[in-house]
């Protein structure tokens, strides 16, 4: 299983902050888990598509697509910041 | 190095008396204050709510004073970042370097507060006037942040 956080606007529009999915076989980086995602249709399509320009992090340190991903990793994906 | 994330306010001049406190090396402190505007891209902002990624967000600012650090003579720093609702003229963000001298403690404060833009996991929402929308990210933080890559 891993945990995939959502953040900002983004968790609005799909309704959650955080969820536990059991990771495919077939996902093995965050651009997979993406396309995972966003097979869902809906919301999850329209907001993950990739066009839409998201950031992710893995284990709380900024990824990319090609990142690797494994059991019990936490991954985040969220709009480009706006602090400070 | 002190990074912390809060709703409460915090007291500038206390925060820099702490970085200094006993240490006799420290001949410079440069301070970045951020605070909230009344206007936004051209609406009336009525107040605003910062959302981190708890965890995460402490970690990068760390990694964004680490950075700083290894490019200039830095003796300590401390970076505040508020999060919650904020209202016009609330302060929501404190940047302090301690250097030697001033050079240091300019670039490293202006480096760190153009990296925590575009690089810390924030995201602020603002309410104008009943309606509220997510803040876009802005091309000119990205360009304040790429142009450290230029210079030393």
């Known amino acids: 299983m891993i945990t995939v956080l959502y953040f900002a606007r ?68 969220f709009p480009p910041v706006t602090g400070g | 190095m002190t990074v912390r994330i809060q709703t409460a306010d915090f007291d500038v001049s206390a925060e820099i008396a702490g970085l200094r406190r006993g240490n006799p090396k420290i001949g410079a402190v ?5 605070v909230v505007r009344d206007v936004n891209d051209g609406g009336a902002v009525a107040e605003m709510t910062l959302e981190h990624y708890p ?14 650090r ?5 003796l300590d720093a401390r970076v505040i970042h508020r999060v919650g609702t904020l209202r016009p003229t609330d302060q929501i963000v404190l940047v302090a370097v301690a250097s030697s001298h001033r050079g240091d403690a300019f670039a490293a404060c202006e480096f760190i507060m153009d990296y925590l833009k575009t690089r810390a996991p924030f995201w602020k929402k603002e309410e104008t ?15 304040a942040a790429e142009r450290w890559r230029l210079k030393g």
């Open chain 1, 10 to 77: 983004l968790r609005e529009a799909l309704g959650q902050s955080s969820e536990q999915i059991a990771l495919p076989g077939t996902v093995r980086d965050v651009e997979g888990l993406r396309a995972h995602l966003v097979a869902r249709g809906g919301q999850w399509e329209q907001e993950l598509a990739p066009r839409k320009p998201l950031r992710a992090a893995v284990n709380q340190a900024i990824a990319h697509g090609d990142t690797a991903l494994n059991d019990g990793d936490e991954v985040a994906f």
């Open chain 2, 30 to 34: 440069a301070s970045f204050v951020g």
């Open chain 2, 55 to 68: 965890g995460m967000t402490e970690k990068a600012i760390e990694e964004i004073v680490a950075q700083a």
């Open chain 2, 70 to 74: 290894a490019r200039w003579k830095v």
């Open chain 2, 129 to 143: 006037g009943g309606a509220a929308r997510w803040v876009e990210a802005r091309e000119s933080d990205e360009l």
